[in-house]
Structures are given as structure tokens and as C-alpha cells.
């Protein structure tokens, strides 16, 4: 409790006290969109929501896909990841259709996404080098080995062996495959240590880092997903969940300006990462168009950002453990696409955007601080 106490303290001075001086760190509202183009996962992960069937469990058709994926071009937006909130890519029997559009827009610079790489095989691995876009795969391993794995995801000693051998596949294909910057995360228990893992995933795993240069990371940090999730869902996995309620919101988040989802029926999240409440919906591209629905022109979008700024936040934000305000500067470190909030709110506004109407957000002018 003390601890809580000392971390929600420091957060809310350090926050706070940005807000005043008017320093902001943001990221840009048209660099990186997400598209989700399916909703179906083929795991299920104890410590995630997917097992609730919080949304419909479908797949986003190619004609949608087209249009949704063009219009981000159009606005600017030069970075495609293809993580689903809940759900895996390589569900999606069409996704080298998609991954084809994007290869053909010019704009769109790079293509990304998260994986639990079962659902993969060797064959789909081998054809995904015709794309060059596809610069960055995030593999999250469950488990340490393959009773951890079982333990975690509540599958098959199969589903374990599938991802063997797809690991095997991607040994044998990294060498020809400049292109590729693929990471390893391994999703494990508190008391895990990496010196002295050994078994068939630790062989290959390892062998990707030390000899083909993939990194590695290990992540025993596991959110309650707005409070959905609890110790009972991971009794027995010596996980801890880290609820979201102690921390201190204040201003902007910098999921709800730099990481929109595009759901896969066409709805228009401002983050693509925990709205499992629906709460941050800002428009149906079935409606209307992209352009209008992430800007300041639509009261749904520039009321959400507006109460942040108040420190007014949907259930859903307030709730999260992966909030991270546009007054905090430690999640900016290390990068280029940083600007203060009054750039990328200038970004966002059209004719009668925050500017024109003369609305001041604290931290609206000037540049990021260094």
C-alpha cells in the first residue's frame, strides 16, 4: 500500500508540474494506425480477455480492408501495425491479400504486427518475404517451455510442437531476409530467470539471439485489462497483475493521439489497446470517413482529449494500467517522433480545429522540451 501511495505521488507532482510549465511530450496523430484484420485468436491466454468473447469474433473482408487502408494513406499516416486488441493475424486466411494492398500504396512505409507465432506455418513464413513492407514481427512466447505453455494458453501439446516448428522455419529463412527485424518476447512467470533455461524452445530461441541477432526480452509484467482480469484467472502461473485503478491520469494519453484502431467491423477506437468497455469509440467508417472521424472536428475525439486534460477520464482509462500521459517524458526517450501536444492537436485540426476556435490545452504551444 505504501508503495502505491509513493508511486501515485510522485506521478501526480511530475504530471501536474509539466502541465503548468506547459511542457508536453506527444506523439504524432498521423504516423501509425492499426488495422485489425481479424478478431479470432487461436489461444487462450488465461491472463487475457479473449476467453470472455468481449466482441464478436470475425474477420475483416478485403474490399474494406482496401478502402480503410487507403484512406489512412491519404491522411498521412505511414506506419500500418496489424495487431488485433484481442486475436492473432495469422488467423486471418487472407492476410497476405492485405499485406498486398499495403505493398502497393506508396505512402505506407512499414508494416508491423504482434504474434503468438502458432497459428503461422512454415509455408506462409516462407511467402511473407515477397512483401518488403513487412519490417517489424513481434513474437510473444508463452511460457518457458512446454508445460508452461500448456499452463498459459490452455492448449495442446500440438499447438506447442506447431510453434517448434515454425521457429524452425523462421532460423532457416532470417538469413535470406534482410529485410526483417523480428523480436522475441518471452511472456513467463515472476520467479523466471534466463541463465540456465534449457529445452527445445530455449535451443531455438536462444540460437535466434545468439546467432542470427533477433532480440530477446523477457516480460513477467502482466495488466488487470481494465480490471477484467484478476489473480484468480492466473492462480498457479506465479503471475501478478498489475492493476491499473492506483495510477494517476492527468492529460492526454499518448495511446488515445498516436495508436487508433481500426476495429475489424469498421468502428474507430482511439487505442488500440484496452478499450474493452467500448468507451472510446469515436465514429463507423461505414458512416463516414476517416478523416473526419480522427479529427478535432469530431466532438467525440476532441472531447475525450479535452476531459484528459481536465483529468476527466471514461471508466476504461481510469482503469488502465498502460496509461501513459503526454505530460510524463519517460516514455519518450530514445525517439524522433516526439512533439509537444499543441503540434499534434494542430495536426488534427481542421477549420474550426483548437487553433481557429482559440481553445488552450496547457502545453498547446512550443516545442517538446528536449
Not at 484512406?71 to 492476410?95: C, H, I, N, W
Not at 513487412?134 to 505453455?149: P, W
Not at 479535452?306 to 496509461?323: S, T
Amino acid at each position: 500500500m505504501l508503495k502505491t501511495l509513493k508511486r501515485s505521488l510522485g506521478w501526480r507532482l511530475l504530471l501536474e508540474g509539466n502541465r503548468l510549465l506547459g511542457r508536453s511530450w506527444a506523439p504524432s496523430p498521423r504516423r501509425a494506425i492499426f488495422i485489425e484484420p481479424t478478431s479470432t485468436c487461436n489461444l487462450g491466454c488465461r491472463f487475457c480477455t479473449y476467453e470472455m468473447e468481449l466482441r464478436p469474433r470475425q474477420t475483416m473482408d478485403l474490399e474494406m480492408f482496401e478502402s480503410f487502408a487507403i484512406q489512412a494513406e491519404r491522411m498521412g499516416f505511414s506506419q500500418v501495425y496489424l495487431t488485433p486488441q484481442t486475436g492473432d493475424v495469422f488467423m486471418d486466411k487472407g492476410l497476405e491479400e492485405k499485406l498486398a494492398v499495403l505493398e502497393g500504396l506508396p505512402g505506407i512505409q512499414g508494416v508491423g504486427f504482434f504474434t503468438n507465432f502458432v497459428a503461422a506455418t512454415p509455408e506462409r513464413l516462407a511467402g511473407l518475404r515477397l512483401f518488403s513492407k513487412v519490417s517489424g514481427i513481434q513474437i510473444s512466447l508463452y511460457g518457458a517451455d512446454e508445460a508452461g505453455f500448456l499452463a498459459i494458453t490452455r492448449r495442446t501439446a500440438s499447438q506447442f510442437q506447431r510453434l517448434l516448428a515454425n521457429l524452425d522455419a523462421l532460423i532457416a529463412l532470417l538469413p535470406d531476409w534482410p529485410g526483417l527485424l523480428p523480436g522475441l518476447t518471452l511472456r513467463v512467470g515472476d520467479s523466471f530467470r534466463l541463465d540456465g533455461w534449457t529445452g527445445p524452445l530455449a535451443e531455438r530461441v536462444l540460437h535466434l539471439r545468439d546467432r542470427l541477432g533477433v532480440t530477446l526480452n523477457t516480460d513477467t509484467d502482466y495488466d488487470d485489462w481494465c480490471g477484467r482480469i484478476t489473480e484468480a484467472h492466473v492462480e498457479g502461473l506465479d503471475i501478478t497483475i498489475r492493476q491499473g485503478r492506483p495510477v494517476y491520469n492527468r492529460g492526454a494519453c499518448i495511446k488515445a493521439l498516436g495508436q487508433p484502431l481500426i476495429r475489424v467491423n469498421g468502428q474507430v477506437d482511439a487505442c488500440a489497446s484496452r478499450d474493452t468497455m467500448d468507451m472510446l469509440v469515436l465514429g463507423d467508417l461505414k458512416v463516414e470517413p476517416l478523416a473526419t472521424i480522427l479529427s478535432w472536428d469530431n466532438p467525440r475525439y476532441s472531447s475525450l482529449l479535452e476531459g484528459m486534460d481536465r483529468g476527466d477520464f471514461p471508466k476504461v482509462c481510469r482503469d488502465c494500467a498502460v496509461y501513459r500521459s503526454v505530460y510524463d517524458p519517460r516514455w519518450a526517450e530514445g525517439r524522433s517522433d516526439v512533439m509537444s501536444l499543441g503540434q499534434a492537436l494542430d495536426l488534427m485540426s481542421g477549420p474550426s480545429g483548437p487553433t481557429a476556435s482559440g481553445t488552450a490545452m496547457p502545453g498547446r504551444s512550443g516545442k517538446a522540451p528536449p
